[in-house]
């Protein structure tokens, strides 16, 4: 069997030196975190040459996807991949564009990564993740690496779950569990989940706060004598997909390269000219993809790391320290960048080291017994070269929301603000490719407080806070003339829920719920 298979695929080792002989894309899709718990990364970077970058702009973004996808030797045959990326990137999406580009000036050019079906960037990997997480399980089978199917376990906050429920429903070998915190979600992000369709999702609401969601998922997935139970008498392993899976990173670099080539097309910038990128960043996923991207090939010259008034990688593009020992965790208008520990930065620092794994396993080693970690000079320097941070208040996040619509009759949401705002006091000389991340709906109370000139801690009106979201949504769009908010959005009042369950936040509640669905799905 292991003779078999032909060995150039075997291309994935782990940022911690712990995987001495690398695995396959499909394994290490499967597997989601490495032995160890290290990342998987590649153990060679692809590179395209200007001619092939410039050549995705004539193929539909489905085709772009694959392109690159084929260039990291996946060990998929070429047809899955295609057929992959087909259902990924069609009319899930509100445009066939994918992830159009809107130009406000010359040199600022907003890239909307929130056509998807639940309006946020998370679509654009989860979309396409779990058809080849699905794929890969079916490969590891074939290969007798396993004999059972997935469940995946997500604790979320907001965006990630219903983007993970919008991508998993309906696929094949795999089923999706999301809880969240009850009461602790806004109005839309409530609606969004408990109305999915689909016959392998289920939501429940958990007492407690999003901590509680997290550590009983945690939990959960540390509890062995669970795990064999759930293998035994079901035949479903968890699983959980997050944002450190290769299989969420991999979408993420396509959409870079595709969108240097949809400028040069559009004859925004001309070949071989270099662009800046500016991303609103928590976990670094996103402008790690972007790093990925220029590593390829792609004339990318500087990365803006864009942080709210969490500024922990701020700071650590400054100093080359890397601490959360006294640093608060801040609420802000763009939540999905409340982080305080970026996992993904770790996959960086593993490149920038010289593929050093012991020196990474020291570093994640002193974060999580000290509470910090500090790189060495060399990946200073190496990160200082290409790498700028800033951090927005929440104040100027806001502001900046005003500020856009006013000069540029264009609507933004709080993160992509916070990316805004950055590029503003970063820019050099090169234009600017800003990362848009959610729609403005998506998080419209902010974007009425913006748009009145409140405060970030200012409460609404009472008018205003006894609306649904869809209806202040509703109120905005009248008052600014932007009624484009995506269908998924707009009839969620309208909408039946499906699931109203409120569950405990211990251990033995969440699995019983759990075993409960999976039951109901072997029938
Ligand atoms: C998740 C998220 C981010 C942060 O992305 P990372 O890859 O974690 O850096 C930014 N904006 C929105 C709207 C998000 O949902």
Redesign the pocket.
Known sequence: MTDAYPSRFNRFVDTRGVCTTPVPFTTALINGLAPGGGLYVPTEIPTLTLEEILSLAKMPYAQRAAFIYKRFEIDLPEDVIDACMERSYGDNFDTPDICPITSLDETTHMLELWHGPTS???DMALQCLPHFFSASAKACKERGELDHDFCILVATSG??GKAALEGFKGVEGVCIGVLFPDGGVSDIQRKQMVTTTGDNVYVWAVRGNFDDCQTSAKRVFSDAAFAETLLADHGVALSSAN?INWGRLLPQVVYYISSYAELCKQGKVEPGDPIDVC?????????LAAWYAKQMGTPIDALFCASNENRVLTDFLETGTYDIKDRAFILTP?P??D?LV?S?LERLLYQLSGTNGDAIASWMNDLSTNKAFTVDESVVSALSTQFFGASITNEECLATIRSVFEEHDYLI?P?TAVAYAATERLRRNNPVLVAC??HWA?FGNNVYKALHGLKPIDELPADVSALTGCQLNKLIADETGKHDIPAGLADLDAMTPRFSDVIDGNEASVENALVRFIASQRV
């Open positions: 946020a960037f998370k965006d990630t944002s991303v609103p960043t928590g976990n670094f996923g996103n402008i763009s999905s960048m982080i970026s993904n949401d993160h991340t959610a998506k």
